[in-house]
């Protein structure tokens, strides 16, 4: 019975999130070296980044006590398509900010909207967070969209604060409160 409830843990409709291991890093720098997958992030890995890049990065990662990311892995198939994390966790003021890469193969078939579901259940549920945060550019629009289905608001614009495309775009800061998550569930 056990067993069975924590294969079923951090399970979607479509996918699974698990902890990620150094079996995955491969998979993970074929996610992450797509240039059109970089220019959507600000993370501060180096492009083009090494396999070492990525294996600090990840190391990083998962040394932080209150930080979590989940490799995001297709339900039935078993695929890595990407990652999702919790961090900059503040038990305190019960907050905490996500975010989310998905393989530009595996987008806009609804794995990231599912993923983060799923993450969000983890987060009001588990850590008992009352307020979960994110930053998007004002461009990725697909990225807003599948925010705002998992109940994500717009609080704030951080106007012309990255360059990319050979011009200055908007950051957006989103969020999500347990009260107006919970209100969609019902």
């Known amino acids: 019975m056990i067993k069975k409830y924590v294969k079923s843990f951090l399970t979607g409709e479509k996918v699974i999130l698990r902890k990620i291991t150094k079996e995955d890093y491969e998979s993970f720098s074929n996610v992450e070296d797509v240039m059109e997958s970089r220019l959507l992030m600000n993370d501060g890995i ?4 090494t396999e070492a890049d990525h294996e600090k990065f990840l190391g990083e990662i998962s040394s932080e ?31 905490c900010h ?60 951080f106007r012309e604060e990255l360059f990319r495309f050979g011009k200055y775009h ?13 209100e969609t569930l019902v």
């Open 46 to 49: 180096p492009f083009p980044p």
């Open 98 to 157: 996500v975010g989310v890469s998905i393989g530009p193969d595996f987008q806009e078939k609804g794995y990231g909207t599912d993923a983060m579901k799923v993450l969000l259940d983890f987060i009001f549920n588990y850590m008992n967070v009352n307020k979960v945060k994110l930053q998007v550019f004002g461009y990725n629009q697909r990225a807003i969209g599948s925010y705002e289905k998992c109940g994500f608001q717009l609080e704030g614009t």
């Open 65 to 95: 006590k209150d930080d979590y990311m989940f490799a995001i892995e297709l339900k039935d198939e078993k695929v890595f398509i990407g990652t999702i994390a919790v961090y900059l966790v503040n038990w305190k003021n019960g907050t």
């Open 170 to 182: 908007d950051i957006l800061v989103m969020g999500l409160l347990r009260k107006d998550w919970e």
